[in-house]
């Protein structure tokens, strides 16, 4: 198998400046899943356990000169961790800036799957390599990656992704996320999990309950993507607990208890600067979705190039 293309001044800031820093807070192991047209960055596809990530980019949003070949239909994947593999790239990015006086294109970013042999090994390990090409030298750096994965393993990712592509019936934007963040902020010293309500209605509620206390938010009448529905002209003088038992036994919205600290964790996702965010939850409450979107810069249009959701696994069955 083979792989090896150069990163794009586009590619390098979103990998260093945006989506690198946000996978990092997500955990400190990722597949890299790179197909014909894509690249893929996973987190925990391949287990149960934790939140699921998913970051995708067509291959011209990051790379040049793009090339790859495996027996498995041109598909290969790997696991690293993700905190050397930013190092790398920042480390490279500042090589290239003092290179920065070289013509181009003598100081691109290439990077490319090798083989090599270690120090005081007897085998060869796979790595990720980094060469950064100046005037007179160049510099390589090395990213210790997984054996990659057999055609068994690649096959059974995905599958795992293309199942994980399933969106939620009904989604809710929540525009300002340091709001979200500061609530939960509040949150995590009050107990471990937390109950997410999402309506058709437009209706986000959030609930943490201990023996104690009791506390909560309701964003309301948020833009709703899916399936929608008018809310009862009564549900304006309830509470916001109410108002949400009603939705849900009504069938106009489904509830589920999720980590305080995975959704938490989901947040940390801003770093990669997304425009707005959607949650829903999907058939059966088999998880909570949180969908990220992307501007094309100066504009309203939804960049297709790139996307990131997560997935937060369900505590409890819920109600629908």
Known sequence: MKFKAFLTDNGVSL?????????EKMGKICHLFLTRDHAFFLHNLLSTDGIQSIAQFRKQALFDDYRISSQNEDRIAFAFDISLLLRAVRSSVSICSEFGAAPAPANRLQIKLVKKLPPNCTQPMPFLTFETKGYKSAVIQDVPISKPLSRAQVLELQATLDAAQDLPRTLVQVPDLNRLQNFVDRMKHVGDLLNV??????????????????????????????DKAQAPSEDRDLSAQTRSERAIAM???????????HFSKSLQCHLAKPDCAFYGIAPQGACLTVIFQFFVPGTRLTDKSISLHCRLPVLDPGSS
């Open 15 to 23: 990998l260093d400046r945006r989506f690198l820093p946000a996978l």
């Open 197 to 226: 309500t999402i309506s058709k209605y437009g209706n986000l509620h959030l609930q943490i309950s201990t023996t104690l206390i009791t506390l909560g938010a309701e964003f309301r009448k948020l833009l709703v993507v899916g």
């Open 251 to 261: 069938g106009d919205a489904q509830s589920v208890q999720v980590s305080v600290r």
